[in-house]
């Protein structure tokens, strides 16, 4: 059985990308047994437990009926519980533990949103990178929580 991989909490916690049973639906199904491959093709939508991840085109590469990795590509959109990102393809390495995130790359949360045009997050060194387009810069936004009142006086700021 092919298993996809998931994303724990994305850039926040860490836990193995990949385990569990998948469901993977698609308008079409190609397995290539001779290279160990299998292709979904339109409207693909995977789950895992709270994990899903849409796409246009997902291709597993598998050896020894383990899967090695997986390339999603197309309108790539995933959440899992308040966790939610989109990019233009996706990357899912089972064997170093790698999600990588290309294209239009962003991952939000409650309080927070990192974009890049790649985001790769590493579960083994715990570990988020966003890199840029090519002269371009990266975006973080850290929301203020309202509930958290400044402790120290504020220059300019009267009570």
């Not at 789950?47 to 085109?57: H, P």
């Not at 590509?73 to 996706?90: M, Y």
């Not at 985001?119 to 975006?139: A, D, F, L, Y």
Request: charged content about 25%; some cysteine; aromatic content about 6%.
């Amino acid at each position: 059985m092919i298993r996809i991989l998931v994303v724990a909490a994305l850039f926040l916690v860490s836990t193995p990308l990949w385990a569990g049973p998948v469901e993977i639906e698609s308008d079409k199904m190609v397995f290539m047994h001779k290279t160990e491959r299998a292709e979904f093709i339109n409207r693909v939508h995977l789950k895992r437990d709270d994990f899903e991840l849409y796409c246009d085109k997902l291709v597993a590469y598998y050896k020894d009926n383990q899967l090695d990795h997986a390339v999603a590509t197309g309108h790539i959109r995933l959440s899992q519980k308040k966790i939610t990102g989109r990019s233009d393809k996706a990357i899912l390495d089972q064997k170093n533990n790698i999600l990588t995130l290309i294209g239009n790359a962003v991952l939000e949360q409650p309080g927070g949103r990192i974009e890049g045009e790649t985001i790769t997050h590493n579960m083994n060194r715990e570990e988020t990178s966003v890199q840029p387009v090519k002269g371009g810069r990266t975006h973080m936004t850290i929301d203020a929580d309202e509930s958290e009142k400044p402790t120290l006086p504020i220059p300019g700021v009267t009570k």
